[in-house]
C-alpha cells in the first residue's frame, strides 16, 4: 500500500511540482521555485514510503535501536552534504538534494538492515 502511495506522490510531484505548488502559492516566480524543490522531493518519495514502513516493521519486531541509528545519523548527515553541494554550487536546491539523498539512503539502510536480521529473526 505504501509503494503504490509512494509511487504516485513521485510521479505527481516529478512531473506536476510546479502545478501542486501553485494551489497553494500564487506568485509564478514561488511555484516555480517551489516546483524544483517537488521534483527534487518527488526522487525520495518512494523511498521515505520504504523507510516508514521499515520502521513499523522494526517496532513490531520490538527493535527501536535500528531505525533510531538511521533515522538519526542520515538526519544529521543533510547539514554536511548540503554545505558539500552548495560549495560546488548547486545553490539552495542543495539543501533539497541533501534531504532528498539522505532519505533515499534510510530507506536503503533499514531494508538492507532488515534482510540481515530476517532470517535470524523468522
Not at 17 to 43: C, K, M, N, Q, T
Not at 81 to 91: P, R, S, Y
Request: proline share 4%; hydrophobic share 55%.
Amino acid at each position: 500500500m505504501t509503494s503504490i502511495f509512494g509511487t504516485l506522490c513521485s510521479l505527481l510531484f516529478i512531473f506536476f511540482g510546479s502545478e501542486v505548488f501553485s494551489i497553494f502559492v500564487p506568485e509564478p516566480e514561488a511555484f516555480r521555485v517551489g516546483g524544483d524543490f517537488l521534483r527534487i522531493d518527488g526522487y525520495s518519495q518512494l523511498f521515505m514510503m520504504l523507510e516508514i514502513t521499515m520502521q513499523g516493521v522494526f517496532y513490531g519486531l520490538g527493535r527501536t535501536i535500528p531505525p533510531a541509528i538511521i533515522s538519526i545519523s542520515c538526519n544529521y548527515m543533510r547539514i554536511p552534504v548540503a554545505l558539500l553541494l552548495v560549495h560546488i554550487g548547486m545553490g539552495v536546491d542543495a539543501i533539497w538534494w541533501a534531504v532528498s539523498a539522505t532519505t533515499i539512503a534510510k530507506g536503503f539502510i533499514l531494508t538492507f538492515w532488515f534482510i540481515l536480521i530476517k532470517r535470524k529473526i523468522l
